[in-house]
């Protein structure tokens, strides 16, 4: 038995295949998957792989693409480098605690705050919106961002002080770039210029400052430091049983007793640091109000006059 072959010119032609359509959802591609396409080819047009002319169009058509099917084919024919990570069609889900998890979209919890003879704080779990605009007139606010969501990789901290201050508190690994302006007043540069950790959220801090400050600060969360705290605790244990399983006597004893009591001592000088730091927050502000009400008085006195 013979099977038909339909001949060049029949009609019956069998469709030709087509290549498989990507599984899942049209998944919307992020800033910073946009970014790695484009240092990924930033590399190759470096190692000679494509001329300048392909790389402009390829660099043109990464920052136009909406989703990952947009983005897999620029780099399809390129090979992969540790430095630069190939867009995968399906999103994994971020490790819990890592800054793509705190990276969540949306349009933050909180926009603005504003202190008039008074205060203000944002701070815990809360989200940062793209913009956070902040107000104090003879007052003070506190921005905490350490264990705060961020609705976007770049994040703007608008801060107007006038005859007040603002403080703004950002973590370990989160980049900061201040461009305020202080007349009689000034904006604290002193955590700009660190580079940021990989996939960490971009902190701008801008304003105005009249006869006023912004503070930038870097800290880490108080549960942070009780778990630094815990690591050095047990690394003494681990050292107390290392020292058990050799033998015992007097000399392990008095370790024992050393080792208590330098632990009561961070301890307590952990707590006077914290107090210190609180006590320095609330002198600061009172200071400033203090200021702000002597210049106050001042003006209205040469104003009777």
């Not at 009609?11 to 030709?16: A, E, T």
């Amino acid at each position: 038995m013979t099977e038909d072959v339909p001949s060049r010119g029949s009609d019956d032609q069998r469709p030709v295949p087509r290549a498989p359509e990507p599984a899942g959802p049209e998944l919307r591609a992020s800033d910073a998957d946009r970014e790695r396409v484009a240092e990924q080819l930033r590399d190759a047009l470096a190692e000679g792989r494509l001329d300048m002319e392909e790389f402009e169009e390829r660099l043109e058509a990464a920052f136009k693409a909406r989703t990952y099917r947009d983005l897999a084919p620029l780099t399809r024919d390129l090979p992969g480098s540790a430095a630069a990570t190939p867009v995968n069609m399906v999103k994994e889900p971020a490790e819990s605690g890592s800054w793509a998890a705190r990276i969540v979209g949306g349009e933050g919890s909180s926009g603005w705050g504003v202190a008039i003879l008074s205060g203000f704080e944002r701070k815990g779990r809360w989200t940062v919106p793209r913009r956070f605009t902040s107000f104090a007139f003879m007052g003070g606010g506190e921005i905490d961002l350490r264990e705060a969501n961020f609705a976007d990789r770049e994040v703007v901290i608008n801060c107007v002080a006038v005859m007040g201050g603002v403080n703004v508190v950002v973590p370990p690994g989160v980049e900061v770039v201040v461009r305020g302006i202080g007349i009689m007043g000034g904006f604290d540069h002193r955590e700009e210029g660190r580079p940021g950790d990989p996939g960490a959220p971009r902190v701008i801090v801008t304003g105005f400052a009249f006869w006023g400050g912004v503070g930038v600060e870097r800290k880490i969360t108080r549960a942070e430091r009780l778990r630094l705290r815990e690591e050095r605790r047990q690394e003494k244990l681990d050292r107390k049983a290392a020292r058990g399983a050799l033998g015992s006597g007097s000399r392990d004893r008095l370790d024992d007793v050393y080792d208590a009591h330098r632990e009561a001592l961070e301890e307590a000088r952990d707590l006077i640091r914290e107090r210190h730091d609180e006590r320095r927050e609330r002198h600061a502000e009172r200071r400033e109000r203090h200021e702000a009400r002597r210049e106050e008085r001042h003006r209205r006195r040469h104003h009777d006059f």
